[in-house]
Nanobody, 127 residues
Framework: QVLLSESGGRVVQAGDSLTLTCAAS????????MGWFRQAPGKEREFVSA????????FYADSVKGRFTISRDNAKNMAFLKMNDLGSEDTAVYYC????????????????????WGQGTQVTVSS
């Protein structure tokens, strides 16, 4: 069992940057691959980014590639999503997710891959 708590979401202007934090408690954070997803009103939850448990392998959705950066600090039990050049299309509730695995592959793009989820944090980009 691991508990995940996202923070950092807020209202920003188009073109701004924002960093989201996912804090984990419970089991050894280093054992978990981590993912970020988002869900806009009326839309399905979609993959944003993922990182292997060592932090050495990362994945990004095409829509955020080059603008967002995922990272993790295993000593602090945290994962991060730094978002640059935000646009209205990035408005959504952002969720972090975890799975205890050493694997890393495009399976990390699926919501079904993950065992644990946070409650989400709202990001609103105002134009």
């Amino acid at each position: 069992q691991v508990l995940l708590s996202e923070s950092g979401g807020r209202v920003v202007q188009a073109g701004d940057s924002l960093t989201l934090t996912c804090a984990a408690s419970g089991r050894d954070f280093r054992m978990f691959a981590m993912g970020w997803f988002r869900q806009a009103p009326g839309k399905e939850r979609e993959f944003v980014s993922a990182v292997s448990r060592s932090g050495g392998v990362t994945f990004y959705a095409d829509s955020v590639k080059g603008r967002f950066t995922i990272s993790r600090d295993n000593a602090k039990n945290m994962a991060f999503l730094k978002m640059n050049d935000l646009g209205s299309e990035d408005t959504a509730v952002y969720y972090c997710a975890a799975k205890p695995t050493s694997d890393y592959s495009t399976r990390m793009y699926s919501t079904e891959y993950y065992d644990f989820w946070g409650q989400g944090t709202q990001v609103t980009v105002s134009s």
